[in-house]
């Protein structure tokens, strides 16, 4: 089992930027990928970014044009999602998630099987 708490969303006018956080506890060496992902109103869960946490790999939604940065911090068994340049359309329902997918599913919702409570982030413009 792995436990996530997600902290770190708010408000933020166009152009700003939010620092999310996730705490792991448990279990989490068996679930070796952490990732991020939104949920914006009437919309799909959609991977934002992953960490694989043995070696750091990661990868990104290319949408994001590079605006966001996956982070791991060991010591705090904790990962972060840098969000620089938020705009209205990152407005969403951010949640962490856990687990151990194979390469093609590290971006995908049904690739994981721990997930946080999810932090709201709202962007207005």
């Known amino acids: 089992q792995v436990q996530l708490v997600e902290s770190g969303g708010g408000s933020v006018q166009a152009g700003g930027s939010l620092r999310l956080s996730c705490a792991a506890s448990?279990?989490?060496?068996?679930?070796?990928?952490m990732a991020w992902f939104r949920q914006g109103p009437g919309k799909e869960y959609e991977g934002v970014a992953t960490?694989?946490?043995?070696?750091?790999?990661?990868y990104y939604n290319d949408r994001d044009g590079g605006r966001f940065t996956i982070s791991q911090d060991n010591d705090r068994n904790t990962v972060y999602l840098q969000m620089n340049n938020l705009q209205p359309e990152d407005t969403a329902m951010y949640s962490c998630?856990?687990?151990?997918?194979?390469?093609?599913?590290?971006?995908?919702?049904?690739?994981?099987?721990?997930w946080g409570q999810g932090t709201q982030v709202i962007v207005s413009s």
């Open positions: 448990g279990d989490t060496g068996a679930s070796p990928w």
């Open positions: 998630a856990a687990g151990s997918p194979i390469l093609s599913k590290v971006m995908s919702a049904d690739g994981y099987r721990y």
């Open positions: 960490i694989f946490t043995p070696t750091r790999e990661t």
